[in-house]
């Protein structure tokens, strides 16, 4: 996909777009507020990493200028400051996700690939299918193999979240925040030991794992290749 | 010495002092008009019952005998049916009804030196001829002048009563704002405990006062956390900031450091730099009381719930058991971000420090108008006297400080819970330590 990048720390931004330029994408780079706003306004992009600090035109005002034009681009807010109003705020001025600094490359990549990629069908369906895992949303229940599985209301939940961005993945602290709303670092495993609970129900019992871990990183739901997935890199 | 012509007072007392004369000219000038008006109107009675008098005299008398009676300010002559002069007061006209003729050279036969007044003079027809009567309208010019002199005085008495009035408004007002500029020259001066001075009258300086004094009271609040910030940031941050200068100064230096295994070392303090340094920045805001603007109905009840679904696993592993008996629907006002956190550092500090076998309880119940939490463990426990000091920043009880943490946990609780109005005890579980945070319901 093709991302625009305005980001007034040249390491960072290098961090970024090499980063991201790796990963296949291309990057249109911009220092400075006013720039980036007239590159957002004079191209297409997919998506939009706006530090909330440059020069030019905050970042905040960049990201209210094109919600104001109806630019409907998907935009990851990156911020330095740690203020508890901070991500209501980014939000509130119309961007789509929000990082703090400092953060891993993994952790901007998948937020930003859950952004640009957000399926637009997900929210009328009441069924969710990955290989032979079948999910009923209304019925709250869930089937693998033609097997019921049982799973706890927490578990439910982050199956659902993990299926519902199949082929993604999803972090530990984007888990955190889908599946318990909690916006803060707990100190303890609570992800992982979730994730290992889910596991030995929806995994453990079957042939093929749907659960993948990418480690340091988070979780990747996917089907293997024989059952309609996409082979794995 | 106050700068009249820029005191308000003053300004008040001049604008008052015309008001003032306005008002009591006007009241002056109304009662002016309804006394000569009462006067005038007994006039005309009196004149028409003397004419009636007179006219009756004047069928069995000579016109000079009938009007002799008619001496002094009062005046009356008799004119025949062409209007000549018959008897009497020659200045008079022959002329029927009433008329008031203003300060003539109507001069009373018998004064002639007299000063002129203005006369109410009234005709009527007597047979054939005509009759008129007079009098010198004295008694109302008097009555004015009385009380021109009544207005000039109250206009004296108003002025000096007014310059007494602003000068003791303007020396009060002065010396209050006096003490309030010195009040917030100290302030701004640095003793950051300095607050206006009340009287306690509740007047509208009070009032402004009070006002002013909790800005300063949030000012002086905000100064302290930053300085608690930078204090702390400085005191904790660079202990592990000089360890990662030290592991960075290793891989450049020795050729046979294990590069990769510093840099992750080194890696795993910049996250501990951060994590600290975010938990500071997080319990100065909420302290600074930033969030509360966005205040919501919060869950209590579902929050906990949340949290302790979300380390029910964790606390398995820890070899703990966890009861909980939650009340369901428990309401509070609140952020429901920062108590999910405030209620998970809890649960973590028991996973931490109760250690493996302990028996961790949540409870959260209605009290009357507050809802009461409360998170037990049956661990060894805080010893009294320190109980008070965990709360602080930075203090953690192991002098090692070997298990993970930045001692920042409890504060955070505390933080969060003053934010809230609640208040939040530390007591003795028989055995482990018992946190109880009481919030007012919603």
Redesign the interface.
Same mark, same amino acid.
């Given at each position: 996909m093709k991302v625009l990048l305005i980001e007034d720390d040249e390491p960072t931004a290098a961090y970024i777009a090499n980063g991201l330029r790796q990963a296949g994408h291309e990057v249109d780079h911009s220092a400075d507020g006013r720039d980036g706003l007239v590159l957002a306004t004079t191209c297409t992009y997919d998506a939009a990493v706006v530090d909330r600090m440059v020069p030019g035109l905050d970042g905040l005002a960049v990201v209210r200028t094109l919600r104001s034009i109806g630019a409907k681009l998907p935009i990851l807010l990156l911020t330095a400051l740690g203020g508890i109003d901070d991500r209501v705020e980014g939000l509130e001025a119309g961007a789509d996700d929000y990082l703090g600094k400092p953060f891993a490359f993994s952790e901007l990549m998948a937020r930003l690939n859950a952004l640009a990629r957000r399926p637009p069908i997900t929210t009328g369906a009441t069924t969710l299918q990955v290989g032979d895992l079948i999910m009923d949303l209304v019925a709250r229940t869930v089937r693998r193999a033609g097997q019921p599985i049982s799973l706890q209301p927490r578990e439910f939940k982050l199956l659902e979240v993990l299926m519902r961005n199949r082929g993604r993945m999803m972090t530990r602290t984007m888990l955190l925040e889908r599946v318990w709303d909690f916006r803060f670092d707990p100190k303890t495993s609570i992800v992982e030991t979730h994730v290992s609970r889910l596991r030995a129900k929806v995994d453990r019992p079957f042939e093929a794992p749907l659960i993948h871990t990418e480690r340091g990183m988070g979780y990747i739901l996917e089907a293997p290749p024989d059952m309609g997935g996409v082979p794995r890199r | 010495m106050i700068a009249l012509r820029r005191s308000i007072a003053v300004h008040l007392a001049a604008l008052f002092f015309l008001l003032f004369a306005g008002a009591i000219g006007g009241a002056f000038a109304a009662s002016y008009w309804f006394v000569r008006a009462e006067i005038v109107s007994r006039m005309r009675a009196d004149l028409a019952a003397r004419a009636d008098a007179i006219a009756s005299r004047l069928r069995t008398q000579s016109p000079e005998i009938a009007l002799s009676s008619e001496t002094g300010r009062r005046v009356a002559a008799v004119f025949d049916a062409n209007g000549a002069l018959v008897a009497g007061q020659p200045a008079l006209s022959p002329v029927v009804g009433w008329r008031e003729i203003a300060a003539g050279p109507l001069h009373l036969d018998e004064e002639p030196e007299q000063e002129s007044e203005s006369v109410l003079r009234y005709g009527r027809r007597v047979g054939e001829r005509i009759l008129v009567v007079g009098e010198g309208m004295h008694i109302a010019e008097d009555t004015g002048e009385a009380l021109l002199a009544g207005l000039l005085s109250s206009w004296a008495f108003v002025a000096l009563a007014g310059c007494a009035g602003a000068a003791l408004i303007a020396w009060r007002v002065d010396r209050r704002v006096r003490r309030t500029e010195e009040a917030l020259a100290s302030y701004a001066g640095g003793a950051m405990s300095t607050r206006l001075p009340l009287t306690g009258s509740g007047d509208e300086l009070d009032r402004m006062a009070l006002a002013v004094n909790a800005v300063l009271e949030r000012v002086a609040a905000l100064v302290e956390t930053i300085r608690q910030v930078t204090t702390d940031a400085a005191h904790d941050l660079k202990t592990p900031i000089t360890r990662l200068r030290h592991r960075l100064a290793e891989a450049e230096n020795s050729p046979n450091a294990d590069v990769k295994s510093i840099i992750s070392a080194a890696a795993a303090d910049?996250e501990q730099i951060?994590?600290t340094?975010?938990a500071l920045?997080?319990i100065a805001?909420?302290e600074a009381g930033?969030?509360r603007a %966005?205040f919501d109905l919060v869950d209590l009840s579902d929050v906990l719930e949340?949290v302790t679904?979300?380390?029910g696993?964790?606390l398995e592993?820890a070899g703990q058991h966890i009861e909980t008996a939650v009340a369901p629907g428990l309401h509070v006002r609140g952020d %429901?971000?920062?108590l999910?956190?405030a209620f998970?550092n809890l649960v973590?500090n028991a996973?931490?420090h109760a250690g493996c076998g302990a028996h961790v309880s949540v409870s959260a119940e209605a009290r009357g108008s507050s809802a009461q939490l409360v998170v037990s463990d049956s661990g060894p426990g805080i010893p009294e006297a320190d109980r008070a000091r965990v709360l602080q920043r930075f203090v953690r009880l192991e002098a090692s400080r070997s298990t993970?943490?930045t001692g920042l946990?409890l504060t955070l609780v505390k933080a969060v819970a003053d934010m809230h109005g609640a208040t939040l005890s530390l007591s003795d579980n028989w055995p482990g330590l018992r946190v109880t945070i009481r919030f007012t319901k919603a």
């Open positions: - | 910049a951060v994590a340094f975010d920045l997080r805001q909420v930033a969030r %966005r949340t679904d979300a380390y696993p964790d592993q %429901r971000d920062l999910a956190q998970a973590e996973i931490r993970p943490g946990g």
